[in-house]
């Protein structure tokens, strides 16, 4: 199988995995667009009996180009609305994507291009269902930029670079962005190159990097496997986001808000009564004391399969906090892991508060790690940890 065929077998696998967790209702509409606008041949999977679409080539143009197939698009595009997108606003401007040509562009990067160079009005980018094969880069001229999809169950970003194909783990993802004030509602991102084994070289395989501040994102899923999504760095805040991976799958220097968000883990189960730890939900880039970044999760939930430590030290000053949060036993009793550096127990900064469930048992846990009272809790509680009052603007 080439790789094309590969990675498509992983994203169902990705999906397979997403809805046997039953923690999210899964509704029809993504897997009906895969079923009838893909094109499939079955195939079997180590991980699961599955279709593959064959070919995942999407070229971008303007609704308006001559040589648009009309006999084909016009029955398509008979119940979109006539009038949108809308006419321009003093504060807006929305731009429409649609896989069918029923507005303005067929890819998402051809939209982004299509942004105002520091445009100080936002831009909203209003994609329609269906997955979107590309790789997507929103560069640092382009801020104020909006990703509105029609749901993480039926609208996503999905691209196969590994670390190896793109050389270097910090370029493999299937979006990056750079720009500030970027915003995503109600999509996915997702990388689907193979799911790898801890210890594989070149196999990171990120979905998505944001390395812009002040970016915000609602109801939005990430699927991965080992680096998932990469907090780069800026101040970043997630709500009622579902993100799935194996291996450090949220991991970077950011200063990053993670509320009411669904973390599960995909690391292949592990014996009854073995030790092995085969992955870990954080991996913070913190490198020096001075530095105001970490990753705070508040009222989250921790679950899927494997046995994981909530984070790995990647820096010497690493910072991660838990509060509020439901883990279950995937966790692994000693919680935490410091890279095998053990300088780095006497630097790093892992919090956790008021969390629950079999996997937030502390007896265990490593002689770093903190049980937070309430005072050394507090800062971490809410959007003060990201200075949400001056640029976070509610969900509308």
């Not at 831009?123 to 749901?151: A, C, D, H, L, S």
Request: aromatic share 12%; charged share 15%; glycine share 8%.
């Amino acid at each position: 199988m080439n790789l094309r065929g590969a990675s498509q077998a992983a994203l169902f696998a990705i999906l397979a995995v997403f809805i046997s967790t039953q923690l999210i209702n899964l509704k029809p509409p993504l897997l009906t667009y895969l079923s009838t606008n893909q094109g499939f041949t079955t195939f079997s999977s180590p991980i699961i009996s599955t279709l593959i679409p064959y070919n995942i080539n999407s070229h971008g143009h303007h609704h308006h180009s001559h040589d648009q197939p009309h006999n084909n698009t016009d029955s398509i595009c008979d119940n979109f609305p006539p009038d949108f997108p809308p006419p321009d606003t003093n504060t807006t401007s929305i731009i429409c994507v649609d896989k069918n040509g029923c507005c303005n562009f067929t890819t998402v990067q051809a939209a982004v291009d299509a942004a105002g160079v520091f445009n100080l009005k936002r831009t909203i980018i209003w994609i329609n269902t269906g997955i979107y094969f590309e790789k997507v880069m929103v560069p640092k001229t382009k801020p104020n930029i909006t990703f509105q999809g029609q749901g993480f169950e039926s609208t996503a970003i999905s691209w196969n670079d590994t670390a190896y194909s793109s050389n270097g783990t910090f370029y493999s993802g299937s979006l990056q962005v750079f720009a500030s004030n970027f915003v995503a509602k109600n999509i996915s991102f997702m990388n689907v190159a193979p799911i790898p084994a801890p210890g594989d070289i070149g196999a990171q395989a990120v979905a998505i990097r944001i390395a812009g501040d002040q970016s915000a994102f609602w109801g939005c899923g990430f699927f991965g496997a080992q680096d998932t999504l990469h907090d780069d760095r800026g101040r970043h805040y997630f709500r009622e986001c579902y993100i799935q991976g194996s291996i450090d799958f949220i991991f970077g220097n950011g200063r990053s808000l993670y509320e009411n968000c669904k973390l599960i883990s995909i690391a292949k189960p592990v014996p009854v009564g073995s030790k092995n730890i085969n992955g870990a939900v954080t991996a913070h880039g913190k490198t020096f004391k001075d530095e105001n970044t970490g990753f705070v999760f508040v009222n989250c939930f921790i679950g899927g399969t494997g046995r994981i430590w909530l984070g790995r030290a990647w820096r010497p000053y690493s910072r991660v906090i838990f509060a509020y949060t439901t883990m279950t036993d995937i966790i692994s009793p000693d919680g935490w892991n410091d890279f095998n550096d053990a300088t780095r127990d006497q630097t790093v900064f892992y919090g956790e508060y008021n969390c629950s469930g079999t996997g937030a048992n502390m007896t265990m846990r490593v002689p770093y790690a903190q049980r937070l009272n309430d005072t050394v809790a507090s800062p971490f509680l809410n959007t003060s940890f990201i200075d949400g009052d001056q640029w976070l603007q509610p969900f509308a």
